[in-house]
């Protein structure tokens, strides 16, 4: 037996039979490796690329949201009183605004870095950088919101009180109320004009992310941005 080994290795090369077999075995082994090592890559690109896209989506969703909430503050505050007086409200006809609170729309652009990766960066880096500046001015906007909210509130308490205070202490009262009304007069004021200047911001900036991404991600849907028609004067 142990001959027969010997033998066999000493003709190894002359194995005519045996190597008929074995470089067949070997490519399709090969062949199999890399296609499956291919399959698993390929697999890996399109699992990174839906969650992009779905992250891209979730992205448009928030900033249209901020952009819907920005006009309906701009109605409830202005619009609705302006048609309702048939002039621009003065700052004492405008109460606290409902439905503002502290949890709002609002992302984090730490999470999009990838899209300043690659070829197409450009069109994306800079629909980020202006993405960054309409959500700066949402959230100053909603800051400002919730302030005039509780000055309004304390103004309309302090003269609900200034029929009970008398001497010193009712002059005092009246300085404070004073200063309250410069300030939500001042509110209001920005908020008149920051709110139109936000809201066209927004306006511009959706149609010109969808069209950057689209071009990063051909022949793939993200949501769009529809601008609803201007209100007949």
């Not at 959230?139 to 009970?164: F, G, K, P, S």
Request: hydrophobic letters at 40%; a neutral charge; aromatic letters at 12%.
């Amino acid at each position: 037996m142990a001959e027969n080994i010997v033998e066999w290795w000493r003709h190894f090369w002359d194995h005519a039979d045996f190597w008929d077999a074995f470089w067949p075995s070997v490519w399709g082994a090969l062949v199999g490796a890399g296609s499956a090592f291919a399959l698993e890559r390929r697999d890996r690109r399109n699992e990174q690329k839906a969650r992009e896209i779905a992250e891209c989506n979730r992205l448009m969703f928030t900033l249209i949201r901020m952009l819907s909430t920005l006009e309906d503050y701009e109605e409830q505050l202005f619009t609705l009183r302006k048609q309702r007086l048939k002039r621009d409200p003065e700052w004492n006809e405008i109460g606290a605004l409902v439905g503002v609170t502290l949890r709002r729309p609002e992302f984090l652009l730490g999470e999009y870095t990838f899209l300043l990766e690659g070829k197409k960066a450009v069109a994306t880096a800079e629909a980020l950088n202006s993405i960054y500046v309409a959500e700066a001015n949402f959230q100053a906007i909603v800051e400002r919101l919730i302030e005039r909210n509780q000055l309004w509130n304390e103004h309309c308490a302090y003269r609900a009180q200034r029929q009970y205070t008398r001497g010193e202490h009712g002059l005092n009262e009246v300085g404070a109320e004073k200063l309250l009304e410069a300030r939500i007069k001042e509110l209001t004021v920005w908020l008149k004009e920051d709110l139109p200047e936000s809201i066209g911001i927004f306006r511009k900036l959706l149609p010109k992310l969808h069209i950057a991404l689209a071009l990063r991600y051909p022949k793939q849907t993200f949501l769009s941005f529809q601008p609803l028609p201007k209100p007949k004067e």
